[in-house]
């Protein structure tokens, strides 16, 4: 999560703050769906939780994901596991202090300085305890936002199901709230950020994540606004804060080049096969393929970015029914939309390694193969 206002630039820019329970940060669908959000959004501080990783592993997945800064919680034998990123431009971050289920940190500097608290309660109420946390926001004179995972509702229409009562768990929660005055933030997108089961018969989904905020914060930045995303590599949604949402300009077409993720379509060797001309000089036929090549990409491969985005705007459609009602079919059609969304990302993972060029792959050979024999 990132937010506006740590700089006499604030209003130049956009900052988002990202919050998953990613359920194990060394999952390669994880990879590839935190990818796709920290390119679909500007992202400038992410929270992640239940990272189930530590030491040097946790060390590499975070400068993987791209951030400048981290501090972490490290799970303790695959259990648990806090990670705060944050990118350098937010300016000065100072973590103030943090205990297995919290991180409190203080960003910016001056009039536009506030307080983050990013949080993972214990999935056991025996092992959760609020009494730390009043401490923390207790203490906090600023303004201040506390985000993440509580593992626990306060109102009954914030579960599907139930026997019509609230647990002690979520009475207790309630009463925290009201105690330290805290404002939650509400949302934008589906009704819960937590679910489980694949059959209409064992369903359940419940709003477990959040962000709440004190009454400076709310006046302060009266435009911010929280989006609860499509539920995608995880049983937890990501939730996105924006606090200065701005436009966003189309990005410019690229040159035509070969596409190493066209090699993983069923249909493309044969499309090659089919279409280079033996008979023509290569550098004619290779013209030649390139015209082909650009309608087969529109009409048949697709861009993959509105390949993407269409997939995504079908699961979200998807899943905002399986918020009113759960059906065997709405499950299964989600589970189908879900796993051809995970190819496209694999697709889209190999055009970055072709772009980024980070380490040489065996796509790059392959990218060149198919011509070799054919000329």
């Known amino acids: 999560m990132g937010f506006p206002g740590f700089s006499k630039r604030f209003k130049d820019y956009y900052h988002g703050l990202h919050l998953l329970n990613c359920r194990g940060a060394n999952k390669p669908n ?16 992410l929270a992640l939780f239940e990272t189930h990783a530590g030491g040097e592993k946790a060390g590499r997945i975070c400068q993987k994901l791209g951030f400048d800064n981290s501090f972490r919680i490290d799970a303790v034998r695959q259990s648990g596991g806090i990670w705060l990123l944050w990118r350098s431009k937010v300016g000065v971050v100072e973590i103030l202090e943090s205990s297995h289920q919290f991180i409190h940190a203080r960003v910016g500097e001056g009039s536009d300085r506030f307080h ?50 609230l647990s002690q768990d979520s009475l207790a929660f309630g009463e925290w709230i009201n105690e330290l005055s805290l404002i939650d933030m509400g949302f934008k997108g589906g009704r819960f950020t937590w679910r489980r089961g694949r059959t209409q018969s064992n369903f359940i ?13 709310r006046l302060k930045w009266q435009e911010a606004v929280v989006l609860h995303l499509p539920f995608l590599s995880s049983d937890h949604v990501p939730v996105y804060m924006q606090i200065n949402p701005k436009s966003r300009s189309n990005p410019r077409r690229r040159p035509f080049r070969f596409e190493a993720a066209w090699l993983s379509h069923e249909g493309f060797k044969d499309l090659l096969s089919a279409s280079w001309d033996p008979n023509m000089s290569t ?20 861009n993959i970015h509105v390949r993407k985005e269409k997939l995504m705007g079908e ?44 380490k040489f792959i065996a796509l790059g050979d392959r990218n060149t193969s198919f011509f070799i024999r054919r000329q």
């Open 116 to 165: 983050l608290v990013v949080v993972y309660a214990a999935p056991t109420t025996s092992r959760r305890s609020w009494d730390q946390l009043s401490g923390v926001v207790e203490s906090i004179v600023e303004p201040v936002f506390v985000g993440g995972d509580f593992n626990t509702i306060v109102r009954l229409d914030e579960r599907t199901g139930g026997n019509g009562r």
């Open 30 to 45: 994880f990879r590839r769906s935190i990818r796709y959000l920290l390119k679909k959004s500007e992202v400038d501080v």
């Open 283 to 302: 550098p004619d036929a290779l013209q030649g393929l390139q015209h082909k090549l650009r309608k087969w990409n529109r009409e048949v491969f697709g």
């Open 205 to 217: 989904a419940k709003r477990l994540d959040r962000v709440f905020c004190n009454a400076q914060s």
């Open 315 to 358: 699961i979200k459609g998807i899943q905002d029914l399986l918020m009113v009602t759960q059906t065997d079919a709405l499950l299964a059609k989600e589970e189908e939309l879900l796993a051809e969304f995970e190819i496209i990302l694999e697709q889209e993972e190999t055009l970055w390694f072709q772009k980024s060029r980070e």
